[in-house]
């Protein structure tokens, strides 16, 4: 369970939401001064590049002292629908506020509008559902027996599952280490109360089994 290597604390993802709420402010306090000059190629340019970043931030995994949460491929196309919305709605609000045109193309503004509105809202809504939440720290019960455990390479767990007669490493260790353990009642036991030390998470949907039954397979291994 190979982790990203790019990531980002919750604490400079609510730096960041201040920083865009900022950012954006200051542009639209500048679009009237700017409407009718030759930097209006430029404020676009400008939030364009900001959009840009913006997404590019979206996408990149979140990590906690827990658990690393990232975007699904399907999450990152909702994501990248629910940006071109924002694009698209900013420029048709834009046009829309312009002093010109008649009653029927103001109508036809209004109503492109609205359906970008609620195309944002449900890009927004669909993106909220494709969060993938990865454990640091886990144990997952194997579909062919035994159990299957995932951390970040950490010398004193790493002495401590040698320790659990059976166990050994799926691969040579670098930054993440994944060990598999017999289902043994001798290894079982042991697990379980290295789980409990080293704050590990049961996962149970790898294996079909609910949390509860997966803490009943660690105390009742064959």
């Not at 906690?64 to 990152?76: F, N, P, Q």
């Not at 720290?137 to 951390?151: D, E, K, N, Q, Y």
């Amino acid at each position: 369970m190979a982790q990203p290597k790019l990531t980002r604390s919750p604490a400079l993802t609510y730096t960041w939401m201040v920083i865009s709420v900022v950012v954006v402010i200051i542009l639209f306090r500048r679009w009237d001064a700017i409407a009718t000059g030759k930097q209006l190629r430029d404020w676009w340019l400008i939030l364009g590049g900001f959009l840009l970043v913006d997404y590019l931030f979206l996408i990149t995994p979140i990590r906690d002292s827990k658990a690393i949460r990232r975007l699904s491929r399907a999450g990152k196309l909702w994501g990248l629908l629910a940006w071109l919305a924002v694009a698209d709605f900013v420029y048709i609000a834009m046009r829309g506020a312009r002093p010109h045109g008649t009653l029927l193309q103001y109508v036809e503004t209004t109503s492109f509008g609205f359906l970008l509105l609620v195309l944002l809202v449900l890009a927004i809504y669909r993106l909220s559902k494709q969060w993938i939440r990865e454990p640091l720290r886990s144990i997952v019960a194997r579909t062919g027996g035994g159990f299957l455990i995932h951390f970040q390479a950490d010398a004193e767990i790493s002495a401590a599952l040698k320790v659990i007669s059976g166990a050994r490493p799926e691969h040579e260790p670098d930054i993440n280490e994944d060990w598999t353990v017999p289902a043994s009642p001798e290894a079982a036991s042991t697990l379980l109360q290295l789980a409990k030390k080293y704050d590990f998470e049961f996962v149970p949907q790898k294996s079909g089994l609910s949390d509860s039954d997966l803490q009943k397979e660690l105390t009742r291994a064959p």
